[in-house]
């Protein structure tokens, strides 16, 4: 044990350097635990450490306190984390449960029809009245009549039939949206892109449409006060164009977690357009589930125009399409809080010698079938331009936005 000497007065004492207490003959170092003794510090007059047998001891202790708080914080803060995602899907299968209970009220659904009707994705009511009965049928396995049946129960509890403009207004002004990133591209967009619609996105190669894509995918999960839903995101690629490390850098530049991030955006890749059609069908039955407010195609018309060549085969392609896009319509019209952007290729038109030759892909089915359309095209450097070309509540205009390392920004 160090010597006593002499008190050192207040104003010469540095708080960090050990000292030796007479009044618990002991040392102490920065005073941490034991500040009420500093008035008792004192140290050797020779200008020599105190002895590091009875200060080592004491500056370990100090240490594992520290760090026993700081694992205490840590075990806090993920418990509560662990709480809210547990309560998360707890509230998720009671919403589930509901709505199969409410099927299961429907006249005429015992537990085989309710398994059948599930099993193909018509877990809810507002999924039986919004869809026809040939396709209730295909799917379910279920007659004409009871499909019709079945319909016509689920529009009468849900009160589907006409409504005055001002409801629709009500409606329309709590509608949900998500930003960009740009707030110039989100004016041009009336706040974002808006859930409930079906926005398309074309443009050439190198414009931007899958990086709006992946910036998408990372702003649903931001709190509403930041232009988020607190939602998953459905990715669908067709093209093998989705990067983990984009999405990385995006969640890096909002300083989120970027493994939680990666965690909430569900993938699948698409080898054909069979299999495209497919993952939208079966991605009615996890909407609910996991929690999904974004489902993005990456692009629609890929497969489509690679699988049917020549123009025996336009008229058999576009049908599909069209049953397409109205699968994804439908969808909104289901979940209301659901966003669908997807992305689409352009083509030339060789008869245009003026102005732009430049046409969205799909042709007319495609235009019809989107609710919002936003044409993309290149600017200078990073800079890129995105043009209303169609909207039923949007003027023309146009929006200059930035890609960057840390995402898309004005």
Not at 162 to 190: C, M, P, V, Y
Request: aromatic share 6%.
């Amino acid at each position: 044990m160090a010597k006593a000497v002499e008190t050192k007065e207040k104003n010469d004492f540095v708080e960090g350097q050990a000292y030796y207490c007479p009044e618990c003959s002991r040392t102490h170092t920065k005073g941490k635990i034991y500040k009420e003794h500093l008035k008792y510090a004192q140290i050797e007059n020779n200008g020599e450490d105190l002895d590091p047998d009875t200060y080592d001891d004491e500056v370990e202790l100090i240490e594992v306190f520290n760090e026993s708080e700081d694992e205490e914080r840590i075990d806090e803060m993920e418990i509560q984390l662990e709480d809210k995602e547990f309560n998360e899907i707890n509230e998720n299968e009671n919403d589930l449960k509901d709505c199969f209970e409410a099927v299961k009220k429907l006249p005429g659904v015992g537990e085989a029809t309710l398994n059948k009707l599930i099993k193909a994705g018509f877990n809810s009511l507002e999924s039986i009245a919004y869809t026809p009965p040939s396709i209730i049928k295909e799917e379910s396995g279920l007659g004409d009549k009871t499909a019709e049946k079945l319909i016509k129960a689920s529009m009468a509890q849900l009160g589907i039939g006409f409504k005055s403009a001002d409801a629709i207004w009500e409606h329309r002004k709590n509608i949900a949206r998500i930003t960009t990133g740009s707030q110039e591209l989100d004016d041009s967009l009336g706040g974002g892109v808006e859930t409930g619609s079906v926005i398309e996105f074309f443009g050439e190669f190198r414009t931007g449409k899958t990086q709006i894509m992946h910036q998408l995918c990372v702003n649903v999960q931001l709190p509403k006060e930041k232009g988020g839903l607190e939602g998953r995101a459905l990715y669908i690629d067709t093209e093998g164009t989705f990067r983990p490390e984009r999405i990385i850098q995006m969640a890096e530049g909002l300083d989120l977690d970027y493994t939680k991030v990666l965690k909430n955006i569900v993938f699948g890749r698409a080898y054909n357009s069979d299999h495209q059609i497919v993952l939208i069908k079966e991605a009615a039955n996890i909407i609910k589930e996991k929690n999904i407010k974004l489902i993005v195609i990456d692009s629609l018309i890929g497969h489509f125009r690679s699988e049917y060549i020549g123009r025996g085969t336009l008229a058999n392609r576009q049908q599909t399409i069209n049953s397409h896009l109205h699968d994804l319509l439908r969808l909104c019209d289901i979940y209301s809080d659901l966003a669908i952007v997807l992305t689409n290729q352009v083509q030339a038109k060789p008869d245009v010698f003026y102005g732009n030759p430049l046409q969205a892909a799909g042709g007319n089915v495609v235009a019809h079938g989107s609710t919002i359309r936003v044409y993309l095209r290149k600017g200078k450097g990073e800079q890129r331009i995105a043009k209303i070309i169609d909207a039923p509540h949007l003027p023309e205009g146009e929006a200059v936005f930035s890609i960057t390392e840390s995402g898309i920004s004005d």
